[in-house]
């Protein structure tokens, strides 16, 4: 059975979504499916000055079910950040090319570099990784 993500994070989901393992319902917590999906957040990213947060990810992982939730959270309280999840089985080559080893693996984007990384669900330094940056960030202006 594939894991909705969607249902975790408190939001609706349509007959159509329910087929796909991820989905976003939190409005800063984006499913990227494709390549120009990922570029157009990169972008929007970029051109707003946010960090990206990027949670490669797999719905058969257990790991990656059990910090779903905490994820969607910091989407919400961390507004001023992109979130987004790549399910990495439906981005083989693109998940490679971040030399994913294990699921899930957070990336901490800043103008498409990557800042920081966490492999895991440790969900105590998820939070610690974030609330950093995001402080970081905003002192930095």
Request: with cysteine; aromatic share 8%; charged share 25%.
């Given at each position: 059975?594939?894991?909705?993500?969607?249902?975790?994070?408190?939001?609706?989901?349509?007959?159509?979504?329910?087929?796909?393992?991820?989905?976003?319902?939190?409005?800063?917590?984006?499913?990227?499916?494709?390549?120009?999906?990922?570029?157009?957040?990169?972008?929007?990213?970029?051109?707003?000055?946010?960090?990206?947060?990027?949670?490669?990810?797999?719905?058969?992982?257990?790991?990656?079910?059990?910090?779903?939730?905490?994820?969607?959270?910091?989407?919400?309280?961390?507004?001023?950040?992109?979130?987004?999840?790549?399910?990495?089985d439906e981005l083989p080559e693109f998940s490679t090319s971040w030399d994913i080893k294990a699921t899930p693996t957070f990336f901490f984007?800043?103008?498409?570099?990557?800042?920081?990384?966490?492999?895991?669900?440790?969900?105590?330094?998820?939070?610690?990784?974030?609330?950093?940056?995001?402080e970081s960030t905003t002192s930095s202006k």
């Open positions: 059975m594939a894991f909705c993500f969607q249902t975790l994070c408190g939001g609706e989901t349509s007959d159509n979504e329910q087929s796909h393992p991820f989905e976003h319902s939190s409005g800063n917590v984006h499913l990227i499916t494709t390549i120009q999906s990922w570029e157009e957040k990169m972008s929007e990213a970029n051109d707003n000055e946010k960090i990206v947060v990027a949670n490669f990810s797999a719905a058969w992982c257990g790991p990656c079910r059990t910090i779903a939730a905490a994820y969607c959270e910091l989407a919400d309280k961390y507004s001023s950040m992109i979130f987004v999840t790549v399910d990495v984007l800043k103008d498409g570099r990557q800042v920081d990384k966490l492999v895991g669900a440790n969900k105590e330094e998820l939070h610690r990784k974030t609330a950093a940056i995001a």
